[in-house]
């Protein structure tokens, strides 16, 4: 498993904390692999999902920094978004 993987599951739990998350979507990072987030949190996993949003490693972190807002990435071409734009958006609220 990818340290990266590991520490993205471990930031990703520590955002949504208990509030838990009605849908699954998957974070695919390019040439690393991806992590599924449903209502038992967030996990390595390669699993079919309502949406998946799709990143570089550096455009990932950027995000998970708090340096990048998700939004401006997808506007710029930098995250894409493949599935039900409403679980996205679900998703975005939940890990602010």
Known sequence: M??????????LNRKLGHVGFDGVAKF???DKGSVIIDGNGARISNADADVTLSASVEVFQAIMDGDQNATSAFMTGELSINGDMGTAL???RNLQ
């Not at 990818?2 to 930031?11: G, N, R």
């Open 2 to 11: 990818s340290d990266l993987l590991e520490q993205a599951v471990k930031a």
């Open 28 to 30: 695919l990072i390019t």
């Open 90 to 92: 679900k998703l975005a």
